[in-house]
């Protein structure tokens, strides 16, 4: 067995309203699922994504498990954008901060950047030309 893709990346959120109003402004599209929690409040939605609906989840804090901070830190994942400065440009005018600044790798097109969401998580944005590569081969000729 191998990793076989991508399937759902959950963050989480102290306020889940707030986090599910806030990412669907930045991304331009509505959860196509939410479930309320124990006091009937939005506990848990879903978004899909991107050129290949990845699922986006976002989770009440009170069930994240042992040991998840509050604090930003760990694993970074980055998402292909296409316009990196205007995307970082958008991500800190809606409040999100500045976590890693714009960087590029090399002289490949490798270029990433990452913010602090209002809400604690690190969201990871990049130019990646690989991506873009590998999604073109897997569209018909």
């Known amino acids: 067995m191998s990793l ?9 959120a102290d306020d889940v309203p707030a986090a599910v109003a806030w990412y ?12 309320p929690g124990p006091d009937g409040r ?6 899909r994504i991107g050129d290949h609906a990845d699922e986006l989840g976002i989770i009440d804090r009170s069930f994240a ?4 901070s509050a604090e930003p830190g760990g694993a970074v994942m980055h ?9 970082v440009e958008r991500l800190l005018s809606m409040g999100a901060k500045e976590y890693q600044p714009i960087t590029p790798h090399g002289d490949s097109g490798f270029i990433t950047a ?13 130019n990646n030309p690989h991506y873009l590569e590998v999604l073109a081969s897997l569209r018909p000729a």
């Open 65 to 68: 498990p042992p040991g998840a």
């Open 4 to 12: 076989r893709g991508f399937a759902t990346l959950n963050i989480w």
């Open 24 to 35: 669907a402004e930045f991304l331009g599209v509505d959860a196509y699922f939410t479930r």
């Open 42 to 47: 939005t506990a848990y939605a879903e978004f």
């Open 79 to 87: 998402w292909h954008v296409d316009d990196l400065d205007a995307t």
């Open 114 to 126: 990452a913010v602090i969401d209002p809400f604690g998580n690190v969201l990871g944005v990049m």
